[in-house]
């Protein structure tokens, strides 16, 4: 058997609980889960660590993880060796272990000194684990964090298939994330996907309906890939993206908003009388680099706030400060469909998201739905006091609600036993960057827990023997079924359901549903 299938069969067998309290980790304040994440994390940061145990520092001293040597905190655990690196320009002392065991315990044991004091805080995705233990000095490679994390399909299906349980290969063709259904003329929108890992770094050729070329794209390292993009024109428009045999079609119909004859010195929503509908007067633009007249910035605060953008400030004052172009972003990454807060903070006389402002359905910032186990929803996030990822738009509110309702009377009625809909994460209080996750910015995303055989749901994975497939299944169709989700950006890594066409893999969704929704067309 090779070194590496010898790592990868023993550190599956190893209860990660029982390492982390005999080491010191207090692991009681890890979940089942985290211990999940931590174990196929660190196996993805091992293989690049080691070159797949193929390294002379893996071969000579059973390290697979880079670990020097660090005295007194690793006596007892390794010894010291002197080796030359191809990380170093000279021989450096490197932990020399005695076999696998001893380095997996090892390995932990070297978490426990005084810079990762706190670790156990940070175990809820691997980019949080990553992201802390580089922090803290294990690595000074700046694109760390990504490498090791576009191993993580690798390290999970060597546990996987060590284990018994086989999962899809990567992706091997273009494939679609994120893209809009429908648009209107002059709405920026952003369009994501993945390439083969093999990709990386080539470009993304774009042209649009088969015969006007786009500006190309570069495919990042590990195969993403996005770009905005603004129609001009109204109909069925169609996409074609191409990386030298392989392409992706996309469909996409451009209507004509509903005000479009106002032109750019038009104050008021055309149909001033629709309910929700509101006229915002602005002699300038309002926001970063904007001409921000006091009348004009108090105008735009005042809206934002009715909202419930409220950490903009007092909206009687004409005060500008970071709050309120945070605010601005957060709501121009709303209307454009993205997953991040990407704007210019700026609000011009006219133009998209001075007509969004105006509009009768204008994205609030709102608290998530509380539970409601009558029809079928439960709100787990509230109910974990530890967290704040309860907040975003009215449309997603109301999505989940609807979801739930369809869930509860398409299977739960003949299905009583079964799991409720489960929500977890969606955003923060105030949008923006989460070190919990990669997206979940503007509030048009959510997390959703597995379901048990047992009726409760969460802290399982797909491969459990607890997991409700049957259920999953059911509440996939009625996720899809809504009419503001994103097909393809409904992730969950349920091998029989992707093949169904539910649902779509992606790293670190072993453990639950993620799904987006599309922002409506403005009214």
Known sequence: MSLLKDLVNNYLQKDLKEILTKVGIPSEKITDNNRQILKEVTLAQWLLESARTESELAIKANNFGGLKWRFPDMEGFAE?????????????????????????????????????KGLEDYTNTPENF???????????????VAKVVNLL???????????????????????????PQEVEVGQSFRVEGVAPLADSGKVLSITIDDKFPA???PIQEGGKWQFDFVFKQEGDRRIILSVEDRTLAIAIKVV????????????????????????????????????NKANDVKAVKARLYELGYTWLGD???????????DAIKLFQSIIAGRSTVNGDGRVDVGQMTHRWLQAA?????????????????INGELAQTEDNHDYGTHWLADAIKEIAQDYQNSYRKTHPEAGLFAINDV?????????????HETGMMCDVFLPKKNGAFGGIFWSSSEYDGDATRAILKSIRKHKLVKPGAVFFNDPRLITEGLCTYLVGHDHHIHFEIYPPLRS
Not at 95 to 113: E, P, S
Not at 130 to 144: C, E, M, R, T
């Open 153 to 179: 399909p690798e390290a999970q299906s060597l546990l996987a298939n060590a284990s018994g349980v086989s999962i899809l290969p990567p992706v091997e063709k273009l494939q679609l994330i994120r893209a």
């Open 215 to 217: 500006p190309s794209v």
């Open 256 to 291: 004509v908003p509903f005000d479009n004859n106002d032109d750019e010195q038009t104050q008021q929503p055309t149909v001033s009388s629709v309910s929700g509908a509101k006229v915002i007067q602005l002699t300038g633009s309002v926001g970063i680099g904007g001409v």
């Open 315 to 325: 909206p009687n004052t004409a005060t500008i400060n970071r709050g309120l172009f």
């Open 361 to 377: 359905n204008a994205p609030q910032w709102v608290l998530m739905p509380k539970s409601d186990p009558d029809n079928g929803l």
């Open 427 to 439: 955003s923060l209080p105030h949008g923006g960057d989460t070190p919990d996750h990669h997206g």
């Open 80 to 116: 010291p060796l002197k080796i030359k690196v191809p990380s170093e320009p000279e021989e450096v002392e490197f932990c020399k272990f005695t076999n696998i065991d001893a380095f997996i315990i090892g390995y932990w044991k070297f978490l426990t000194r005084t810079p990762y």
């Open 130 to 144: 990553l992201g802390f233990i580089k922090g803290k000095g294990y690595s000074s490679d700046p694109n760390y």
